[in-house]
């Protein structure tokens, strides 16, 4: 069962910056892809930016300047760094395969402050 653990949530002011972690366990993410997605209240979870099991970057078009995607093999972590951050980034940041398709882990919050 590939299980996924986020962390480096917290609270910014908007322009800030966060970096976000997820560790994986049960596969690796040169496998399966990376991917963070979020969710806000009322809303489905979507996509904010994924990365290919070769390494390619997708971004949503909302956030797409502003974050970057990367993956470390060696530790089997993925990360967000997100940059110009703005209140309408708040939500709960999940962690999963590129596909998305795994089971969810708890998420870590971001909360932006205007």
């Known amino acids: 069962q590939v299980q996924f653990v986020e962390s480096g949530g917290g609270l910014v002011q908007a322009g800030g910056s966060l970096r976000l972690s997820c560790a994986a366990s049960?596969?690796?993410?040169?496998?399966?892809?990376g991917g963070w997605y979020r969710q806000t209240p009322g809303k489905q979870r979507e996509p904010v930016a994924r990365?290919?099991?070769?390494?390619?970057?997708v971004y949503s078009s909302s956030v797409k300047g502003r974050f970057t995607i990367s993956r470390d093999n060696a530790k089997n972590t993925v990360y967000l760094q997100m940059n110009s951050l703005k209140p309408e980034d708040t939500a709960v940041y999940y962690c999963n395969g590129f596909s998305g398709g795994y089971t969810w882990g708890q998420g870590t919050q971001v909360t932006v402050s205007s």
């Open positions: 990365i290919t099991s070769t390494g390619v970057p």
């Open positions: 049960g596969s690796t993410f040169s496998a399966i892809g």
